[in-house]
């Protein structure tokens, strides 16, 4: 019945690690060094990577979004955060790679104990940002060994089989999504370009090329990136760097209108000119790889690193986006309640899995007519999987959704007006007191965010406790933070401002960002609800000195009241839960059949009544 088209349940197939540990160490001496640092990134650091980047992977079995490995003729470590300890386990050779927490131990601090004296560690200078770079040379010269930056990746030269890289079409962005022309931006990016007293911004993240161009493509899954850099000037006309079979001849008429257009070969020999020409490039400190900071400065150039200022523009949304962000959450909010609905019905009596949960919901996001990709894989985990933060269905570890467990569901979608993200838990069957009554302490904290009154000014960080107070008190918490910016038709985990302990940016008006607070029982279920927020002006307060913001929350699905214990919420918090809901209710009617309008009306009753 249901089928996914942006998803896939596959594990990597098994390889030889240790023969492809062997070639590499073969290919390292031809080199004339000791070892190798490999991270999981691309020229970019993309959260997201294309087939032909996945050289973590092809060398180690490990296919989760971040980790690095390091390579000596004698040992070999893999380091992965929390997220992906388990996963690490079952995929790599552990005979071959010690799989080594961060959290425990840092790839800096395993190579001052590891390097042996002397000894020459090999890294790629595109694959590491220019702060990445500088701790790696540190480490080495304080095990009495050093850095060698590597004119060409050694995996490359051993992969035999590499996918050739992406090749898909750029398309125009439409001013009827974007809400603001291109133009209008580069005249906002010189001006801060001249702020920085630099000649030049080199722009290497592709979310900010893609929004600062008004342009969008598809070399990686589920965001719609154009892999490019662009040369933003002080004065005259900035420059994308694409390969040329990208660009129909429609979209460079179109572009070639504000910014010239040159091939991606090209990009190497302009930054070796503004080097030679002695200017000050601006250089984003989060992806501006090592390699772009050498090839300005070895030309006699000056790089100077900080924030990209795309990244703080982009973060706060027009007022199209703004709309365009709530229809689509309108429209998300329709397919998701209809999954909803079908998965009531299907868990009474039929037996579904995890996986027909993931091809059902991404079928009725289709079904919208409009949906572009998923936003990210889906999270789906019934009973323990769901106490997984990052888990992933495949077809090994497909679970049936049974009677009396918690079934967290972790989705968004892609569409040219929105990114959205959404996380429910939902029970299945009756739910024990336990799983009552810490559902509403995670729900104490969602609302606490979703009510919360601050000053201009106030960073994510000085939210976050709001989420984790009632958890706390309870001796409880959650590992993940609260919550992550999201794009308008773009990453959907943008920066830079997230609810965190670490997010230090302040929120500014327009800002879209979640909201999801979790806990998570190892081994028998895992609870997390998530809603977009939208950061927006909140009434002045009487006799007050400061400007004051708050949240809208832009998703439209219920939360399930089966799992609320109202006795544990105060009278503000039960308004709150039955304002949104009624605001679902009117939102979503519209837009869903029957037989979804009867469980909506359940969904969304007042507490209390049956």
Not at 360 to 381: C, M, Y
Not at 528 to 546: D, F, H, M, Q, Y
Request: hydrophobic share 40%; proline share 6%; with cysteine.
């Amino acid at each position: 019945m249901f089928e996914a088209h942006f998803q896939t349940f596959e594990d990597p197939p098994p390889i030889q690690t240790g023969a492809r540990a062997q070639e590499l160490r073969a290919q390292l001496t031809k080199l004339g060094v000791d070892g190798f640092i490999l991270p999981r990134a691309d020229r970019f650091q993309n959260e997201y990577v294309p087939p032909s980047e996945e050289r973590l992977t092809w060398l180690t079995g490990f296919a989760g979004s971040a980790g690095v490995a390091i390579v000596f003729a004698d040992r070999a470590a893999l380091f992965v955060d929390g997220r992906y300890t388990l996963q690490a386990k079952d995929q790599v050779d552990a005979s071959v790679f010690t799989i080594v927490p961060i959290a425990d131990t840092s790839p800096d601090k395993w190579i001052e104990k590891n390097l042996p004296s002397g000894a020459r560690l090999g890294y790629d200078p595109w694959l590491h940002t220019v702060d990445g770079a500088e701790r790696l040379v540190k480490a080495c010269g304080d095990a009495g060994g050093s850095a060698v930056p590597l004119d060409a990746n050694p995996i490359d030269a051993i992969w035999a089989d590499r996918p050739a890289a992406p090749s898909e079409p750029i398309v125009v962005h439409e001013m009827r999504y974007a809400g603001e022309y291109a133009a209008s931006k580069l005249g906002r990016i010189r001006s801060e370009v001249s702020n920085l007293r630099a000649d030049a911004l080199v722009v290497s993240d592709p979310h900010a090329v893609a929004w600062a161009f008004n342009i969008r493509g598809s070399d990686v899954a589920h965001t719609p990136l154009p892999l490019a850099y662009a040369i933003v000037p002080q004065e005259g006309r900035p420059t994308l760097y694409a390969d040329a079979g990208k660009l129909t001849n429609a979209v460079r008429h179109k572009l070639e209108e504000v910014i010239d257009i040159r091939d991606s070969s090209a990009f190497v020999r302009d930054l070796g000119a503004l080097g030679e020409a002695r200017k000050t490039v601006r250089l984003d400190q989060a992806t501006g790889s090592d390699q772009i900071a050498r090839i300005v400065t070895d030309a006699g150039g000056k790089v100077t690193r900080g924030a990209d200022p795309i990244a703080m523009m982009k973060a706060v949304k027009n007022p199209v986006e703004i709309e365009g962000a709530r229809e689509a959450h309108r429209r998300d909010g329709a397919a998701v309640v209809k999954f909803l609905a079908w998965l009531e019905r299907e868990t009474h009596g039929t037996t579904i899995t995890e996986i027909d949960a993931v091809e059902a919901l991404e079928t009725f996001r289709r079904e919208t007519g409009l949906l572009k990709d998923v936003s990210f894989p889906t999270i789906s985990g019934a009973g323990p999987n769901g106490a997984i933060v990052h888990y992933r269905v495949t077809r090994a570890t497909n679970r049936r959704i049974a009677q009396g467990e918690l079934f967290l569901v972790d989705s968004g979608g892609q569409y040219e007006d929105g990114t959205t993200d959404i996380t429910r838990t939902v029970a299945i069957g009756q739910p024990t007191n336990e799983m009552r009554e810490r559902f509403t302490l995670v729900l104490k904290g969602h609302i606490a965010i979703a009510r919360a009154i601050f000053p201009e000014g106030t960073s994510g960080a000085q939210l976050d406790p709001f989420a984790r107070q009632h958890l706390w008190e309870a001796g409880l918490d959650f590992d993940h933070g609260t919550g992550h910016g999201v794009g308008s038709y773009l990453s959907v985990h943008e920066g830079p401002a997230r609810i965190s302990k670490l997010g230090n940016v302040p929120l500014k008006r327009g800002m879209i960002l979640s909201n999801e607070p979790g806990y998570y029982k190892a081994g028998e279920y895992g609870i997390r609800i998530e809603n977009l927020v939208l950061v927006t002006e909140a009434p002045s307060a009487p006799g007050g000195e400061k400007p004051l913001n708050t949240f809208e929350t832009l998703t439209t699905v219920p939360i399930d009241n089966r799992l609320i214990e109202t006795s544990m919420l105060t009278a503000e918090e039960i308004s709150w839960i039955e304002i949104y809901h009624a605001k679902v209710a009117a939102a979503l009617y519209p837009l869903v059949d029957a037989d979804t309008k009867a469980w909506l009306e359940v969904a969304t009753r007042p507490l209390g009544r049956g």
